[in-house]
């Protein structure tokens, strides 16, 4: 059973930038799709950062374009989300997911069949 547990999260100023890390234990980290989601409280979860398992290909959605970054390294079993010029709004609980089937809309929560148990960010002054 493929498990995720996600790291970095913590306080920050606005403007400053953070690096959340998304370990995997079990199962083949390489054949997975991976996202990072957030939620804010009264909010829905929203996709912040995909990339494919075939060829990294990167989607952001245009609240966070320019200025998140995701990136895997297989080697070590971990997915990345460097977030810069972070803004109070940016504020959430930040999930990792993985998505072992392929096909679906990387948007959509439902593709994603493996969680992690969340990291909250603040940013505040």
């Known amino acids: 059973q493929v498990q995720l547990v996600e790291s970095g999260g913590g306080l920050v100023q606005p403007g400053g930038s953070m690096l959340l890390s998304c370990e995997a234990s079990?199962?083949?980290?390489?054949?997975?799709?991976l996202a990072w989601f957030r939620q804010a409280p009264g909010k829905e979860r929203e996709l912040v950062g995909y990339?494919?398992?075939?060829?990294?290909?990167?989607y952001y959605p245009d609240s966070v374009k320019g200025r998140f970054t995701i990136s895997r390294d297989n080697a070590k079993n971990t997915v990345f989300l460097q977030m810069n010029s972070l803004k109070p709004e940016d504020t959430a609980v930040y999930y990792c997911a993985a998505a072992t089937g392929y096909y679906g809309n990387v948007v959509s929560t439902t593709t994603y069949d493996i969680w992690g148990q969340g990291t909250q960010v603040t940013v505040s002054s």
């Open positions: 990339i494919d398992r075939s060829d990294d290909r990167t």
């Open positions: 079990g199962g083949t980290f390489s054949a997975y799709s």
